[in-house]
C-alpha cells in the first residue's frame, strides 16, 4: 500500500478548520461590540469591512486546499516561485507608486485597488515560506554550504531583498517576521549552527541600530521600559487602555455592546 505524505492527510483538517473558525467568529464579536463604543462611524462599520475580508480569505483558502501539495512542489521546479517572488516584489514596489501607494502616519504600507487596500507585507510572509521551502529541498545538504546550490547565502539573498524593501517602508515589524521566518526555515532545513547564531545577532545589532539612530523609537522602548513613568503615558496609551478594561470588566469583560470608549 503506497504510504501518503503527511500533508495530504485529511486527519486534522476538520480541527484545523474548527479551530480557525472559532477564532474567526471570536474576533468578529469582539470587533462588533468594540464598533459600537465608536460614535464617529456606523455601528457595524468595522464588522461589516472584517466581513468582507473573511469572506475574501475563505474563498482563497477553498482554492488553495483543492491544490496538493505535489501540485506546489510542481509549479515551484518549473519556475513558479519566480512568478511569486516577482510579483511579491512589484507588490511591495507600488507602495511608493501613486495612485495605489497610501501613506498612512509617514509610512508607506499599503497599497489600494478599488475601495480595499492591504499590506504587500502580509503577501511577502506567504511568499518567503514557499520559497524558501522549495529553495533547500533542491539540495537538502546544499544549506550547510555557503555558495552551493540550495546555499546559505543564496537563501539569504533571497530573504534580504523582502526584508529590505520591507523595511524601506518602514515598516521593522513586518520585516524582523521575515526575518524570523527566514531563521526558523533555515533552522528546520539543517543550517550550520554557528551561521544561525551569528544571523541572529547580526538581526539584534541591526536593531539596536535602527533604535538608536531614531528619536521616535527610542522613545519607544524607554517607555516600555518604564512603564509606570507619568511622562511615557501617551506612549503607553494602548497598554494602558488594556488595563484600563481588565480594571472595569475583569476575566469576563463588561458586556457585549458595553466596551468604554
Known amino acids: 500500500?503506497?504510504?501518503?505524505?503527511?500533508?495530504?492527510?485529511?486527519?486534522?483538517?476538520?480541527?484545523?478548520?474548527?479551530?480557525?473558525?472559532?477564532?474567526?467568529?471570536?474576533?468578529?464579536?469582539?470587533?462588533?461590540s468594540a464598533g459600537m463604543a465608536d460614535s464617529e462611524a456606523p455601528t457595524y462599520h468595522y464588522a461589516m469591512r472584517q466581513l468582507i475580508w473573511v469572506g475574501m480569505g475563505l474563498i482563497v483558502c477553498w482554492f488553495f486546499a483543492q491544490i496538493p501539495t505535489t501540485q506546489l512542489e510542481r509549479w515551484w521546479r518549473m519556475g513558479g516561485w519566480i512568478l511569486a517572488y516577482l510579483v511579491t516584489i512589484a507588490s511591495l514596489v507600488l507602495v511608493w507608486i501613486p495612485p495605489f501607494g497610501r501613506e498612512i502616519n509617514g509610512a508607506s504600507r499599503w497599497v489600494r485597488f478599488g475601495g480595499l487596500q492591504f499590506q504587500p507585507s502580509e503577501i511577502a510572509k506567504l511568499t518567503l515560506v514557499y520559497v524558501l521551502s522549495g529553495w533547500v529541498s533542491l539540495n537538502p545538504s546544499g544549506v550547510r554550504t555557503l555558495f552551493a546550490k540550495s546555499g546559505f547565502f543564496w537563501a539569504l539573498a533571497l530573504s534580504g531583498?523582502?526584508?529590505?524593501?520591507?523595511?524601506?517602508?518602514?515598516?521593522?515589524g513586518a520585516a524582523i517576521v521575515l526575518g524570523c521566518i527566514t531563521l526558523t526555515s533555515l533552522m528546520i532545513a539543517g543550517a550550520r549552527l554557528p551561521w544561525l547564531i551569528g544571523l541572529c545577532l547580526a538581526g539584534v545589532l541591526a536593531v539596536a541600530a535602527l533604535v538608536a539612530e531614531d528619536n521616535v523609537r527610542a522613545r519607544r522602548v524607554q517607555a516600555?521600559?518604564?512603564?509606570?513613568?507619568?511622562?511615557?503615558?501617551?506612549?503607553?496609551?494602548?497598554?494602558?487602555?488594556?488595563?484600563?478594561?481588565?480594571?472595569?470588566?475583569?476575566?469576563?469583560?463588561?458586556?457585549l455592546g458595553e466596551s468604554a470608549g
Open 161 to 172: 531583498v523582502l526584508i529590505g524593501l520591507v523595511g524601506l517602508q518602514p515598516d521593522f
Open 1 to 32: 500500500m503506497r504510504n501518503s505524505h503527511p500533508s495530504e492527510s485529511t486527519k486534522y483538517g476538520p480541527w484545523l478548520v474548527m479551530g480557525v473558525s472559532l477564532f474567526i467568529a471570536f474576533g468578529q464579536i469582539v470587533l462588533t
Open 224 to 255: 516600555f521600559l518604564n512603564f509606570w513613568d507619568s511622562k511615557y503615558e501617551v506612549v503607553n496609551v494602548q497598554q494602558h487602555v488594556s488595563l484600563k478594561a481588565m480594571a472595569l470588566g475583569g476575566v469576563d469583560g463588561v458586556g
